[in-house]
């Protein structure tokens, strides 16, 4: 968990710097923190092989270019459809890891 956040947070200040030159990634956009989250499960991920980072990364992504193109004006979505496919796109993920991580257990017993 400290491995994903930091390397989002740095992430997340990498965009912002960017964010003071092109305003579509400020640092408090959804976009940007997005992108951010999904830069950091990539990196955990490929660090550790959590599942649910595996899941939530490309997530994440999608979501955050998906509000920058919104952003942009070159595309229309209802923020509320990129939230509500997010929260249920993560919370799939992680239940599928709970569920990985229950049955890996009784295996091993």
Same mark, same amino acid.
């Given at each position: 968990?400290?491995?994903? %956040?930091?390397?989002?947070? #740095?992430?997340? =200040?990498? %965009?912002?710097?960017?964010?003071? $030159?092109?305003?579509?990634?400020?640092? &408090?956009?959804?976009?940007?923190?997005?992108?951010?989250?999904?830069?950091?499960?990539?990196?955990?991920?490929?660090?550790?092989?959590?599942?649910?980072?595996?899941?939530? !990364?490309?997530? +994440?992504?999608?979501? !955050?270019?998906? %509000?920058?193109?919104?952003?942009?004006?070159?595309?229309?979505?209802?923020?509320?459809?990129?939230?509500?496919?997010? +929260?249920? =796109?993560? =919370?799939? #993920? %992680?239940?599928?890891?709970?569920? $990985?991580?229950?049955?890996? *257990?009784? &295996? *091993?017993?």
């Amino acid at each position: 968990m400290w491995y994903w %956040f930091i390397v989002s947070l #740095a992430a997340w =200040g990498v %965009f912002s710097l960017i964010g003071v $030159y092109w305003h579509p990634l400020h640092a &408090d956009s959804a976009q940007t923190i997005l992108l951010a989250m999904a830069v950091g499960c990539v990196a955990n991920w490929l660090q550790n092989r959590t599942l649910h980072c595996g899941i939530t !990364g490309p997530i +994440l992504l999608i979501a !955050g270019v998906m %509000f920058l193109l919104s952003d942009m004006q070159v595309t229309h979505i209802s923020s509320a459809v990129v939230w509500s496919l997010t +929260l249920v =796109g993560v =919370g799939i #993920a %992680f239940l599928v890891e709970w569920r $990985y991580a229950s049955r890996c *257990k009784r &295996d *091993k017993s």
